[in-house]
């Protein structure tokens, strides 16, 4: 298993970026990811076109 230091390193990110805590309101964006995954589950059929409309 990998540290958490060597996975920030192959993956180019800085390792403080691994802990960042976003200190805004995520709620709105939850919401919006909560409709997308409801919609796809109804209609896993529906392509990127769908979706996005």
Excluded at 42 to 47: C, H
């Amino acid at each position: 298993m990998l540290s958490i230091s060597r996975q920030c390193e192959l993956l180019g990110l800085s390792w403080a970026s691994y802990y960042y805590r976003s200190e805004r309101d995520d709620r709105y964006n939850q919401r919006l990811m909560n409709l997308i995954e409801e919609q796809f589950t109804r209609l896993p059929f529906y392509g990127v076109e769908r979706m996005t409309a």
